[in-house]
């Protein structure tokens, strides 16, 4: 995402948001954030206002921000909906990881009840055994891609 989308998301100005992220700029690795060259913004121009400095082009280029800087600017900006969304991402991983623990408890047990009995119930381990697999497998993308 743009660095101006970005700043109306956390409802700060981007001048606010662009300066947070040179103060912490350790944090803003070229995967979680990079600068966009004349070229990239050349084709952004409609979307965007230019000045009139030099040749009628851009003072600064826009930064674009990863999913992961997006999350990272959220721990460095200053904003009430900032913190709030911060909060959010903390709440979301805790869930997540709530979720992954409680998977692999259950394969665990089904595991053990499976060498516990011998074949009489094979059928129905194969089956739970497969569905905790398709559960697992990446899921087929929603929307049109280009591959």
């Given at each position: 995402?743009?660095?101006?989308?970005?700043?109306?998301?956390?409802?700060?100005?981007?001048?606010v948001l662009n300066q947070?992220?040179?103060?912490?700029?350790?944090?803003?690795?070229?995967?979680?954030?990079?600068?966009?060259?004349?070229?990239?913004?050349?084709s952004l121009k409609s979307?965007?206002?230019?000045?009139?400095?030099?040749?009628?082009?851009?003072?600064?280029?826009?930064?674009?921000?990863?999913?992961?800087?997006?999350?990272?600017?959220?721990?460095?900006?200053?904003?009430?909906?900032?913190?709030?969304?911060?909060?959010?991402?903390?709440?979301?991983?805790?869930?997540?990881?709530?979720?992954?623990?409680?998977?692999?408890?259950?394969?665990?047990?089904?595991?053990?009840?499976?060498?516990?009995?011998?074949?009489?119930?094979?059928?129905?381990?194969?089956?739970?055994?497969?569905?905790?697999?398709?559960?697992?497998?990446?899921?087929?993308?929603?929307?049109?891609?280009?591959?």
């Amino acid at each position: 995402m743009l660095d101006r989308d970005l700043a109306t998301l956390y409802e700060v100005e981007t001048k606010v948001l662009n300066q947070a992220v040179k103060r912490n700029v350790k944090r803003f690795p070229a995967d979680f954030m990079f600068q966009l060259t004349q070229i990239e913004a050349k084709s952004l121009k409609s979307q965007f206002v230019t000045s009139n400095v030099g040749r009628g082009g851009i003072r600064k280029f826009p930064f674009v921000f990863t999913e992961q800087g997006v999350a990272m600017l959220s721990t460095v900006l200053k904003s009430e909906r900032a913190i709030m969304v911060n909060i959010q991402i903390m709440r979301t991983f805790t869930r997540l990881r709530e979720m992954l623990i409680t998977n692999e408890k259950l394969r665990r047990k089904l595991d053990e009840i499976e060498k516990k009995y011998d074949g009489q119930f094979k059928v129905i381990f194969d089956i739970m055994q497969r569905l905790l697999k398709e559960e697992e497998s990446p899921k087929r993308r929603i929307g049109f891609s280009m591959d």
